[in-house]
């Protein structure tokens, strides 16, 4: 079955990094394109960034431009987010998801950025 393993996540101080992954398995991975997504408390899921299948093309939400890097390698089935210069407004849970197949997303792993 389809499975979307989130990890990285954790509590880091504003300015700080954290690199994000999430293993992919139960699909050809390299024929979809990716999302991140975040929710935090109280606040409506954003769509963060979205990658290509061949990683070739990204888009980013205008607040993480700069900051925020997309990737992926196609050979480990694992899509990642690099995020520098991290925000208390960037405190959220952050969801890896394939935006073409409905229910196709991970638990989830917790970006808390306080000092």
């Known amino acids: 079955q389809v499975q979307l393993v989130e990890s990285g996540g954790g509590l880091v101080q504003p300015g700080g990094s954290l690199r994000l992954s999430c293993v992919a398995s139960g699909f050809i991975f390299s024929n979809y394109g990716m999302t991140w997504y975040r929710q935090a408390p109280g606040k409506e899921r954003e769509l963060v960034a979205r990658?290509?299948?061949?990683?070739?093309?990204?888009y980013y939400l205008d607040a993480v431009k700069g900051r925020f890097t997309i990737s992926r390698d196609n050979a480990k089935n694992t899509l990642y987010l690099q995020m520098n210069n991290l925000k208390p407004e960037d405190t959220a849970v952050y969801y890896c998801?394939?935006?073409?197949?409905?229910?196709?997303g991970g638990q989830g792993t917790q970006v808390t950025v306080s000092s």
């Open positions: 998801t394939v935006p073409a197949r409905t229910g196709w």
């Open positions: 990658i290509t299948s061949s990683g070739g093309s990204a």
